[in-house]
């Protein structure tokens, strides 16, 4: 059924959104931490221009004050960036199981109801999901190299986007095993998107 192919799409479109996500959010935490340093380096400095005009005690205070906020604000980038990663990471892997439960209750549909007109929705939607998702991998390329710019590494062939395969077959095995109580055409069905 070619539903099973527009999941196999969708399910890489979702990905390479996620990727894409995930490179943003890489980028967020690089460049914020390069601010960071980048800030040290100019109080230090302006620190050590003035130091001879300032008392002992203002020039340590001064300088414990902003140890702390260069700590906090580091912990904070940690913090934001590590629960947007955690967020976007739960929305791929819950619209990979639905996009999977989905294509698992289309093929029983149509088996129960010997109906195809879902299969002929998806074979006329697949062109468009295909063209999407070159789409997405072209935005998921370019973000990643902007990621890599913004840290200060030059772009390697490994990027910072994990592959499909990867992702998609844990949540689609998940299902699997949700699915086990449902009759064996079902299950069947599932095994074959998971593989």
Same mark, same amino acid.
């Given at each position: 059924? &070619?539903?099973?192919?527009?999941?196999?799409?969708?399910?890489?479109?979702?990905?390479?959104?996620?990727? =894409?996500?995930?490179?943003?959010?890489?980028?967020?935490? @690089?460049?914020?931490?390069? $601010?960071?340093? *980048?800030?040290?380096?100019?109080?230090?400095?302006? /620190?050590?221009?003035?130091?001879?005009? /300032?008392?002992?005690?203002?020039?340590?205070?001064?300088? @414990? !004050?902003?140890?702390? /906020?260069?700590?906090?604000?580091?912990?904070?980038?940690? *913090? =934001?960036?590590?629960?947007?990663?955690?967020?976007?990471?739960?929305?791929?892997?819950?619209?990979?199981?639905? $996009?999977?439960?989905?294509? @698992?209750?289309?093929?029983?549909?149509?088996?129960?109801?010997? *109906?195809? !007109?879902?299969?002929? !929705?998806?074979? +006329?939607?697949?062109?468009?999901?295909?063209?999407? &998702?070159?789409?997405?991998?072209?935005?998921?390329?370019?973000? +990643?190299?902007?990621?890599?710019?913004?840290?200060?590494?030059?772009?390697?062939?490994?990027? !910072?986007?994990?592959?499909?395969?990867?992702?998609?077959?844990?949540?689609?095995? +998940?299902?699997?095993?949700?699915?086990?109580? *449902?009759?064996?055409?079902? $299950?069947?069905?599932?095994?074959? $998107?998971?593989?």
């Amino acid at each position: 059924m &070619s539903s099973k192919k527009l999941s196999t799409v969708t399910c890489h479109v979702i990905n390479a959104y996620g990727n =894409t996500a995930s490179n943003v959010i890489h980028a967020y935490r @690089a460049g914020g931490e390069r $601010v960071v340093d *980048m800030l040290d380096a100019r109080w230090n400095s302006a /620190l050590k221009q003035s130091r001879s005009k /300032l008392a002992t005690g203002v020039a340590n205070n001064a300088n @414990a !004050v902003q140890q702390v /906020l260069q700590k906090y604000t580091l912990q904070g980038l940690t *913090m =934001t960036s590590g629960g947007a990663q955690g967020v976007v990471n739960q929305v791929v892997k819950l619209a990979d199981a639905g $996009v999977m439960t989905l294509t @698992a209750n289309v093929d029983r549909f149509e088996d129960k109801t010997g *109906m195809s !007109v879902l299969s002929t !929705v998806a074979q +006329a939607a697949l062109p468009s999901a295909v063209a999407l &998702s070159a789409l997405a991998n072209q935005i998921e390329q370019k973000s +990643a190299d902007l990621a890599s710019k913004i840290a200060g590494k030059k772009p390697t062939a490994k990027r !910072v986007r994990s592959t499909v395969a990867r992702k998609a077959r844990p949540v689609a095995k +998940a299902v699997v095993k949700s699915v086990k109580k *449902m009759p064996a055409k079902v $299950v069947k069905a599932v095994d074959a $998107v998971a593989a």
